[in-house]
Structures are given as structure tokens and as C-alpha cells.
């Protein structure tokens, strides 16, 4: 898989001003660029920092702004004042500015040289001035932003700009998510349903609704050595009864029956282009007419640890939110999942929720190589046996 970092960038822009001359433009411009070098090469951020230059009045600041808003790699903007920038300036900048914005409040030099500081060096290092100033007009203006404070080589303050570049890559990519409900979503479920307009003017969110019928015409279009091929992939890739590979009983043809929803949906998902989907137990096709035999559970897995969002009985919000933790979460040690509050446990200050599902628990959270099985599976329009 490759690395959904590699697709971004962020943007640093340095502040500044031309009050003290030509050479200390210069020097803010070598310092900038040795900071940025310094963060790409820590190996602590997940996103590629691109100097952009100083900004040195308002018609700077707003053309560096429109031109990030414009640029489809730039999923953010780092803004740094190394010496007294005038607030009044960023205003019409930042009135423009429609991507995510870190003001990060750190100097190019860690300490302070005693010995040998001057006026020239006290007018060329003001970054706690023009960080302040900068401050004051981001509050004024209502800006929303992630403030970090702290030398930029420090570890603390790697790991608050790399938590931020996750954010906004989970952002960028919900920009444009697709998610589509295959039969709509459960009959009188509440907690699934949602205002699919406001979704998407205030988080990018498309939620379409396709019909199972059409989901079935890549079903019935699924050749038979393609789900023989990815039957013995499970069969390599989990823990199971060696039973379980017999040909003819009523559980191998289910863990094909499996194997072949799998290549359904991960085709019909890459043609329309969508990053999610929901399911749901009320409408799986008629089994007559090749129709799922069962909800497509191991699909459904399989298919949220590749990035895809998942959410069950319609619930199109926890398939989009899914989809952005899987783009945040890339890298870490630790995984996601698809999770649904199910059994309390009260036990006073040890009370807990057992968190789980039915089937579609992704694997990338799994302590252990996940074991294949198959149960009977007694709820929805088929009870039945189902792999797990």
C-alpha cells in the first residue's frame, strides 16, 4: 500500500517585513529555509514541509494565501513570524485562507547569545513579538487554528505539528469522500440517519444511494478462478480448521460465497470512485437471482483495513469517520476499526462498554492473526450460516 501521505504537502510561510533592510530579508529567508530542511529531514512528520518564502506585506500574504487555497497537494499552511511582521497585513490574507492553518510560535535560535547580541540581531529576532501580534489578529479575526509553542528541533513540538499534518490530511481527504449506502439503511433506525446536505457543505461528505440490484450486476460478473484465488488467500492469511478447506461441505461454500461478495464490492467501489459504503441486513439482493446469501461481513472487514469506511445498517457518518481515522492513523503501530457500543459492564469505578459487531470488526486491530470461521448467524431477512 502505498504511503497517502506521499500525495500532500504543507506549506510554511515566514513573516517578516522590509523596515530592516534587504539583508535581513535575506537572513530570514536562510533561516527559514534551514528550519523547514531540518523538519522534513527529523523523520518525525508524516506530511513534506514546502518553504513558500516571506511574506513581506499584505499583497504577499494574500497571494500566498489564494495560491495555497488553490494548490490540490497543499493540504495546510505553517505560518511563522522570525521577526515583527504588523498584524494589519495577514488580515486580508487570512480573510482568503480556506485550508487549515498552524501558527507555529518557535525562534530560529534556541538560546539567547549574551555575549554577543546587538541591535542588529535584537531587530532580526522578534519572533516572540511578531508571533504575539500575529496571535492578537488571528483571535480578533475568529481564525480558527492550531497554535504550537516550543523550538522547533524539540520532540514536544514535532509531535503537536505532526498530530496537526494527520488532521489535515484526514481533512483533505474527506474533501472529496464518496460514501455509498448499498439498500439505503435499516428500516427505523434512528442514530444512521443524518442531513446529507449539511454533510457535505460543512465536511465534504457525497452519500449516494445505490440500489443491491446494481451491486448484484458486478456479482454475477465475478469470474469463478478469481474467488478460488482469493479463497486460498484467506486460507494463508488466517487461522483456521484445516476442516475448513473441504470442498464439499456447507462451510467452504460459504467462506466462498465470502470471498466472491469481496471482489463484488471492492469492484463496484473502485468504479464509482467512493472511499466508503454502508450495508445493511434489510436488503441483500434476492438469493434467487444470485443475491447475497448473507450480510457481506468478511467483505466488510476486509475491505475497512484496505481504507475503505464502513458503517452498518446504513450508518453512512461512522463509514465516512472511519475512512478519516484510517487516513489519519497511517503509519502508527496501532490500527482502527469499525465499533459499536453493545453490553455494559457495571462494576463502580471499572464500569466499561463492550465495544463490538456482529461481523465487521477490521482485522488491522486484531492482537493476534485473526482466525476464519463460520457460525450461524440468526438476525435480518437471512439466518444462516456466514464466514467470520
Keep these: 500500500m502505498n504511503n497517502v501521505f506521499d500525495q500532500y504537502e504543507v506549506w510554511f510561510v515566514t513573516g517578516a517585513q522590509l523596515l530592516y533592510g534587504g539583508d535581513a530579508v535575506i537572513a530570514v529567508d536562510a533561516h527559514s529555509n534551514e528550519m523547514v530542511n531540518g523538519l522534513n ?3 518525525k512528520l508524516p506530511v513534506k514541509v514546502v518553504y513558500k518564502g516571506t511574506a513581506n506585506s ?7 494565501f489564494k495560491a495555497a487555497n488553490n494548490d490540490e497537494k497543499c493540504i495546510g499552511v505553517i505560518t511563522w513570524m522570525h521577526t515583527f511582521s504588523p498584524a494589519k497585513m495577514w488580515i486580508h ?34 519572533s516572540a513579538h511578531g508571533d504575539r501580534e500575529f496571535g492578537h489578529i488571528c483571535t480578533r479575526m475568529r481564525i480558527r487554528r492550531k497554535v504550537v509553542v516550543g523550538y522547533w ?25 464518496l460514501i455509498i449506502r448499498f439498500g439505503d439503511q435499516m428500516n427505523n433506525v434512528a442514530v444512521t440517519d443524518g442531513d446529507k446536505v449539511e454533510a457535505e457543505q460543512r465536511m ?27 479463497v486460498a488467500t484467506y486460507f494463508k492469511e488466517y487461522d483456521h480448521d484445516a476442516s475448513l478447506e473441504d470442498k464439499s461441505t456447507e462451510a467452504y461454500q ?7 461478495a469481496e471482489l463484488a464490492m471492492r469492484a463496484i467501489l473502485k468504479a464509482k470512485g467512493a472511499k466508503g459504503f454502508t450495508t445493511n441486513f434489510d436488503d441483500l439482493g434476492d438469493i434467487e437471482y444470485n443475491g447475497f446469501d448473507q450480510i457481506p461481513g468478511l467483505a466488510s472487514q476486509r475491505l475497512m483495513a484496505e481504507g475503505y469506511g464502513f458503517g452498518a ?11 478519516t481515522v484510517w487516513v489519519m492513523n497511517q503509519g502508527l503501530p496501532k490500527g482502527c476499526s469499525f465499533l459499536e457500543d453493545y453490553t455494559l459492564n457495571f462494576d463502580g469505578a471499572r464500569s466499561s462498554i ?20 463460520v457460525h450461524f448467524l440468526g438476525i435480518g431477512i437471512r439466518k444462516s450460516q456466514t464466514a467470520r
Design 58 to 64: 499584505s499583497k504577499e500574504v494574500e497571494a500566498v
Design 313 to 323: 445498517e446504513g450508518d453512512w457518518k461512522s463509514a465516512a469517520l472511519y475512512r
Design 153 to 177: 528541533k524539540e520532540e514536544d513540538t514535532l509531535h503537536k505539528i505532526a498530530v496537526w499534518m494527520r488532521v489535515c490530511a484526514g481533512w483533505a481527504d474527506s474533501q472529496d469522500m
Design 93 to 126: 490574507g487570512l480573510q482568503q485562507l480556506k485550508k487549515p492553518l498552524l501558527h507555529l510560535h518557535t525562534q530560529f535560535n534556541k538560546e539567547i547569545p549574551w555575549d554577543t547580541m546587538d541591535m542588529d540581531f535584537m531587530n532580526l529576532n522578534q
Design 204 to 230: 465534504g461528505y457525497h452519500v449516494d444511494y445505490c440500489p443491491v440490484s446494481e451491486l448484484m450486476e458486478y456479482h454475477k460478473d465475478i469470474k469463478n478462478a478469481d474467488v478460488d484465488a482469493l
Design 354 to 373: 463492550l465495544q463490538s459487531h456482529m461481523l465487521e470488526i477490521c482485522p488491522l486491530i486484531a492482537a493476534n492473526k485473526p482466525r476464519l470461521e
Design 41 to 43: 529531514e527529523s523523520g
Design 254 to 260: 460459504k467462506v466462498w460465497n465470502a470471498a466472491k
